[in-house]
């Protein structure tokens, strides 16, 4: 199997938990797959792309640039599949190959969680409450900072819910 050093996707380096590279076999054609586990954060920032340009460094020293199209896999971890067409296979002769009939297929979810990835990178999204308080508390909420809101509410849920989880 071959091991993936590096990826940089346009021109930016991108953290890959784990990853498969790979010749995918149909009757018509040969294409270059990759799959990489990355962070929520990646899989959102490129969900709408359909090509990127792709630099991948292999543990060999063999670098591979390619525009590839992005396939975002739902379900699992985050995870991108990106591919392109292969007009002559013979410098990818060492790559696995998977033909269309094949039930196997790399399992790059193995042995990594949710948990691990968003220790390196944690998504941040916006949320909206509708609360019922007191005029006082309003008034107090209305005269803060919105990062200092957030700093709190972070902290306080956190506690709860380490309280809650222990």
Not at 77 to 86: A, G, R, V
């Amino acid at each position: 199997m071959v091991g993936i050093k590096t990826i940089k996707i346009d021109g930016e380096g991108i953290h890959v938990f784990k990853s498969a590279i790979y010749i995918f076999e149909s009757s018509s054609r040969f294409t270059l797959e990759l799959d990489i586990i990355v962070s929520e954060v990646t899989v959102k920032k490129y969900r709408k792309i359909e090509n990127l340009i792709m630099e991948i460094e292999l543990e060999d020293g063999r670098n591979i640039n390619s525009i590839m199209h992005v396939k975002i896999l739902s379900g699992g971890l985050p995870q991108l599949n990106l591919f392109c067409e292969l007009n002559d296979i013979q410098e990818y002769e060492d790559f696995d190959r998977v033909n269309e009939n094949d039930s196997w297929f790399p399992n790059i979810e193995e042995g990594i969680t949710i948990e691990e990835i968003r220790k390196v990178e944690m998504p941040i999204e916006e949320v909206s409450l509708k609360l019922k308080l007191p005029i006082d508390q309003v008034e107090w909420l209305k005269i803060q900072k919105k990062a200092t809101l957030n700093e709190m509410f972070q902290e306080f849920i956190y506690d709860i819910w380490k309280k809650q989880n222990s």
